[in-house]
């Protein structure tokens, strides 16, 4: 099943606002319904693809015909960006400038490095497509001749060894696809992002993913043994033994590559027993500050339960920390933060962990508000992106954008960023509501994942950019990462670049000008493309 080509995932799914939810917007945020009406996929004009026959013929031959090459209306349309909100807002209005010339669907390694051979002789950019879910602009190339090289066919659990605990992937799986294998031979890889439904195994690597439950499984990157990449020159195969002293770990350098380097066509993973129990439960504290102190002492001390997040004021008023209960709290006045902390393991391991980090909660202030909250969470954790849908169906303009730092620049960082959102979008008379939590931990530091609501503006997408540019500078200034788990892409990449420094990026150049010595991987994605 294909997402929904101008919105998020299942349109059977879709849920309209709660009521206190378009009062609030109505009321609060001035937020009209738009006057204009959403195009429709009939209605659209695509350009004729430009590609040439012989172009064609050779990318058919390389992935075993011409049924795996698709230059249809609806193939090229869902291929189109990915989801942020401006992503949305541009194909709604049938802004179309980004529209691959054609879709490729490879079932191979050896069919990617054809495909690749292909374009290279043709002079044809490449995206790798997985899921689609990019927020950063990471599948909107600076070259228009491009095509999108869906890898949806590369499907397979390619082998499970028990004993060591691994598993070798191949990048299309989706995340339930890839969960349902392992859990056939009872295993789980327990990686759930909020994209889980939908995102691909290649697309987490590409991007460092991060899932919900990464306070006790870890980081995506952090469950990579090995990568098989596919570049125009070749291939590369890494990851011999766990960990090794045989220099630089050249899986660090495929991981967040985002495609500008080669595509990934398999993936080597560790795995964990499928648990015994799973527990949530919900907290409350009186700040985020309060509540914060009380993660930072779990993450560095223990015990570290499986997920650990925190919402702050606003966003436990709204209700977004349960996004199948937004809403709720508006009616019941609910204040302070909500904790969701969930156990997952042995039953004998999650009851001693939830003991003792009851223990530690409580020390910092928190109250236990019991299974309910954390129970709501889990089961609508997936549906926020639905709701952005429901948002901007209504008029209102509602985007995402994370950031991470070291504990001690936490404070400084949160402020900065709800202030320079808060000032730039007030400026533009459109005042907003900023919201926060906190959702991956470390020893040594934490992520911070904003959500923004506000009217739409005249131009929504022109007048979101001051917003997101002052956000980024902000990030920077206050000692932030411009990006903890949604990537680079075309978004960020003028930050990164900053953030990385002009040596690093020159020897990132280096290793893509000897990898795709032609520049067709992702152009201007990651890097730039000058």
């Not at 738009?34 to 012989?54: C, D, I, K, R």
């Not at 004993?163 to 294998?181: D, H, K, N």
């Not at 042995?346 to 980090?357: F, H, I, K, L, P």
Request: aromatic share 6%.
């Amino acid at each position: 099943m294909d997402m929904l080509w101008n919105g998020w995932g299942d349109p059977a799914k879709a849920a309209p606002l709660p009521e206190a939810v378009a009062g609030l917007l109505h009321d609060l945020l001035g937020v009209r319904p738009s006057p204009s009406t959403p195009v429709a996929l009939n209605g659209l004009e695509l350009p004729e693809p430009t590609l040439t026959p012989a172009a064609l013929k050779d990318l058919a031959d390389a992935v075993g015909g011409a049924d795996h090459v698709r230059t249809d209306t609806g193939s090229r349309v869902r291929h189109t960006r990915g989801k942020s909100t401006p992503d949305l807002l541009r194909i709604r209005a049938g802004d179309l400038t980004d529209v691959p010339q054609a879709v490729v669907l490879p079932a191979s390694h050896e069919e990617v490095l054809a495909v690749l051979r292909a374009c290279a002789a043709h002079r044809v950019a490449v995206v790798p497509f997985g899921g689609g879910t990019s927020v950063v602009g990471g599948l909107a190339p600076e070259r228009r001749e491009f095509i999108a090289l869906d890898l949806r066919r590369m499907d397979a659990l390619l082998d499970l060894d028990p004993v060591s605990r691994t598993a070798v992937l191949q990048p299309g799986l989706r995340g339930p696809q890839a969960e349902a294998l392992l859990a056939a031979r009872g295993f789980t890889l327990g990686h759930f992002p909020q994209s889980f439904e939908w995102a691909t195994v290649g697309g987490f690597a590409a991007a460092r993913s991060s899932g919900q439950a990464s306070a006790g499984y870890g980081r995506f990157d952090e469950m990579v043994l090995g990568l098989t990449l596919a570049t125009p020159e070749g291939t590369i195969e890494t990851g011999r033994a766990p960990r090794s002293a045989a220099g630089p770990d050249l899986r660090q350098l495929i991981l967040g590559s985002e495609g500008a380097f080669g595509v990934i066509t398999s993936v080597t993973v560790r795995v964990r027993p499928q648990p015994e129990q799973r527990l949530y439960e919900g907290w409350r504290f009186a700040s985020f500050a309060e509540g914060a102190t009380a993660l930072r002492r779990l993450a560095q001390d223990g015990p570290r339960p499986t997920v650990l997040r925190l919402s702050d004021e606003t966003e436990t008023l709204v209700g977004l920390a349960q996004p199948d209960a937004i809403g709720a709290a508006l009616a019941d006045g609910g204040t302070g933060c909500l904790a969701v902390t969930g156990y997952e393991g042995t039953v004998a391991d999650t009851a001693r962990r939830r003991e003792e980090a009851a223990a530690v909660l409580r020390e910092c202030g928190g109250t236990l508000v019991g299974a309910e909250p954390g129970e709501r969470w889990a089961e609508g954790r997936y549906a926020a992106p639905y709701l952005r849908d429901a948002l901007l169906d209504a008029g209102a303009f509602a985007e995402t954008l994370e950031t991470a730092a070291f504990w001690s620049r936490i404070p400084e960082l949160y402020t900065a960023v709800r202030t320079a959102l808060t000032d730039t979008l007030t400026g533009a008379g459109t005042p907003p509501l900023v919201m926060c939590h906190i959702s991956h931990v470390y020893e040594n530091g934490a992520s911070l994942y904003f959500t923004v609501v506000s009217a739409q503006g005249a131009d929504p997408v022109a007048h979101w950019t001051p917003a997101k540019h002052a956000a980024n500078e902000a990030v920077l200034a206050a000692g932030g990462t411009i990006s903890h788990h949604h990537g680079v892409g075309t978004d960020h990449r003028d930050w990164y670049v900053r953030e990385a420094g002009p040596l690093a990026v020159g020897a990132l150049r280096a290793v893509k000008d000897r990898l795709d010595p032609a520049g067709l991987l992702s152009p201007g994605v990651l890097l730039p493309t000058d």
